[in-house]
Each structure stands twice: as C-alpha cells, then as structure tokens.
C-alpha cells in the first residue's frame, strides 16, 4: 500500500487526503445524532452523560473544522497539515466516547497515519489570500451547517414542540446561527435537548472556524 501512495505524485496525494478528510468531517458532523442504541448503552454503564453528550459535541466541531481544512490540505498547506492533525486526533477519541463509533475512530486514525507517513508533502506556507478563499469556503460551511441543523430538527421531530415544519427549523436554526438560543422549539427527550446545545456548538464553531481563516496570514506574518 505504501508503495501505491509513493508512486502517486505529491499534488496528487494531497488532493486526495484532502477529500477523505472532508468526508471524514460531514460523517462525523451527521454521525452525532446516529449512534447505535445497543453501542450507546454499554457506555452509559461505564461513564456519565456529561462525557457521552459532551464527546458528541466534540465530533461535531472536529467535523466543521476538518471539512474547512480539506481545500487547504489539498493544496499542501503546512498549517492545514498540523490543525487536521490534531482534529484527527480529536476525532479518533471522541467518536469513541460518544458511542464506540469504532468505524468512524478507525478512519480517523487511518488518515491520521496517512498524513503522517507523507507529512514532507505539506510544505506550502500560508500566504494573503486566505480572506479570499474564505469567501468561496464559508457558502458551502454555512450551508453544511444549515443541513445538519433542518435534518436534526426532522429526525428528532417526536421530540420537540411545536410540530416540524421546514420553516420553522430554518427560523431556529438563524436564531441559533446568532447565538441567540432556541426561542421557538422547546425539548421534551434529553437527545432533542442535547441536539439544540449542538446546534449552538455548531455555530460557534462556524464562526470560530471563519475567524481562524481570516487571521491565519496574520498570525504566521
């Protein structure tokens, strides 16, 4: 296998790393809200919900982070290499404790040990034009979050009051996206309460993400 990936061109690899990578982030962003009951119990044994819902959160983030890095690892970014590094890490042991998701763990650590192997390939510095790339990343972020957020209220709709409908998901979803909390759905099951603190993580990281790309040429000058 290793031999296979030497033989690939290092524009290449890194192309196709950062695809996996961002795949790798919209399955842990959509997993969190997933998990396996029988999985899921076998935790609650061993450790309190503060860990299990606080480990899904953090998949979430690691997931919006490591699908905003992917563009930048596909074009041999030093940084991008050293932050997906330790997302990778965050995801590997996150997705375990928020359910023994060991599918997602494994692929995790996979790439983990795939960029490591090539980690001479992520040599690019960063340079001025990070604004402008955020302004073509930050449609496709925004839109992943409004996705996971509409889907969410859906699945979870038993478990919520009023009745689902899609605009009123989009209108708390806004009011979520602000930081300004949930105002038109109320929570009647722990996992619709825990889905609508996500929401608020997701969107803190959103815009904690798009702070991060636009001071990163500042930061490295």
């Known amino acids: 296998m290793r031999r296979i990936w030497s033989s690939i061109s290092r524009k290449r690899r890194a ?10 982030g919209i399955l842990n962003i959509f997993s969190a809200y997933t998990i396996m ?4 119990d076998f935790l609650r044994e061993l450790l309190p919900d503060s860990v299990l819902y606080g480990s899904r959160s ?16 596909s074009r041999r970014k030093k940084i991008a290499w050293i932050v997906s590094i330790w997302f990778l890490l965050l995801s590997a042991f996150s997705n375990i404790f928020k359910g023994l998701d060991i599918e997602n763990m494994l692929l995790s650590v996979m790439l983990l040990i795939a960029l490591w192997a090539f980690k001479n390939d992520f040599t690019v510095k960063s340079d001025p034009q990070a604004f402008q790339r955020l302004l073509y990343s930050a449609p496709m972020i925004l839109s992943l979050f409004f996705i996971y957020s509409i889907t969410g209220f859906f699945v979870l709709k038993n478990q919520m009051v009023p009745e689902f409908s899609a605009d009123l998901a989009l209108r708390e979803t806004l009011n979520l996206l602000l930081l300004q909390g949930n105002k038109i759905y109320t929570p009647t099951g ?6 609508l603190d996500s929401i608020m ?16 040429p500042y930061i490295l000058s």
Do not use: D, E
């Open 37 to 40: 009951p029988g999985r899921l």
């Open 190 to 195: 722990r996992k619709a309460k825990w889905f």
């Open 201 to 216: 993580v997701s969107a803190g990281t959103v815009l904690l993400n798009m702070g991060f790309h636009i001071m990163t």
């Open 58 to 73: 953090l998949v979430i983030v690691s997931g919006f982070f490591l699908v905003s890095l992917a563009y930048n690892l």
């Open 15 to 24: 192309q196709i790393l950062g695809g996996f990578i961002a795949i790798q």
